[in-house]
């Protein structure tokens, strides 16, 4: 059975809340700068400027809409903590992709950006009790509440999600 390239690790399922849980998701975002930055470490314009897949992003725009993401996913958490049930602002995140800093930006930059938010993020949230990953926000175009609970599953799975699929690429092409 052939592997999924979109999905390298799967798609999100949330798990329930758990002290386990929150430590190794808490774990998580601390470590993702480090983890995607070490992957593509050794990569040249050349590897940089390669899509993971056909149709799909270059390594270079996955790794500024991993920090374009969690930029929106920082700015939704502390919404969530200091609003009622608040509701957020989605972004056409393929538009994002195509603007001319993603072209024109060092990937270090967008590297450097998610060691200070993740570094951020964590502090903001590394002390929240079960009650408080139980605040919600409202995605407009989803129609929905969203747990941040939630909301932090699924960004720690997105971080995954984008890091495979650069590791899968330098199997692929054996760099």
């Not at 430590?23 to 314009?45: G, N, S």
């Not at 002390?127 to 605040?135: C, G, K, M, P």
């Given at each position: 059975?052939?592997?999924?390239?979109?999905?390298?690790?799967?798609?999100?399922?949330?798990?329930?809340?758990?002290?386990?849980?929150?430590?190794?998701?808490?774990?998580?975002?601390?470590?993702?700068?480090?983890?995607?930055?070490?992957?593509?470490?050794?990569?040249?314009?050349?590897?940089?400027?390669t899509a993971y897949r056909d149709g799909g992003w270059t390594v270079k725009q996955l790794?500024?809409?991993?920090?374009?993401?969690?930029m929106n996913a920082y700015i939704r958490f502390k919404l969530g903590l200091t609003e009622l049930k608040p509701v957020i602002k989605p972004y056409e995140e393929?538009?994002?992709?195509?603007?001319?800093?993603?072209?024109?930006?060092?990937?270090?930059?967008?590297?450097?950006?998610?060691?200070?938010?993740?570094?951020?993020?964590?502090?903001?949230?590394?002390?929240?009790?079960?009650?408080?990953?139980?605040?919600?926000?409202?995605?407009?175009?989803?129609?929905?509440?969203?747990?941040?609970?939630?909301?932090?599953?699924?960004?720690?799975?997105?971080?995954?999600?984008?890091?495979?699929?650069?590791?899968?690429?330098?199997?692929?092409?054996?760099?």
């Amino acid at each position: 059975m052939q592997k999924d390239e979109r999905y390298p690790i799967g798609k999100y399922e949330p798990k329930p809340f758990s002290e386990a849980q929150k430590i190794e998701w808490l774990r998580d975002i601390q470590l993702l700068p480090e983890e995607l930055e070490r992957v593509v470490q050794t990569f040249d314009a050349a590897q940089l400027n390669t899509a993971y897949r056909d149709g799909g992003w270059t390594v270079k725009q996955l790794i500024h809409h991993v920090a374009d993401s969690h930029m929106n996913a920082y700015i939704r958490f502390k919404l969530g903590l200091t609003e009622l049930k608040p509701v957020i602002k989605p972004y056409e995140e393929k538009a994002w992709a195509l603007l001319a800093d993603n072209e024109t930006v060092p990937v270090n930059v967008s590297l450097t950006l998610l060691h200070v938010l993740h570094r951020r993020w964590y502090a903001a949230i590394k002390d929240l009790s079960q009650q408080d990953f139980e605040r919600t926000v409202i995605h407009p175009e989803q129609g929905r509440e969203m747990s941040l609970w939630l909301l932090l599953g699924l960004y720690v799975w997105h971080g995954k999600h984008h890091t495979a699929h650069i590791i899968s690429l330098k199997e692929r092409m054996n760099w």
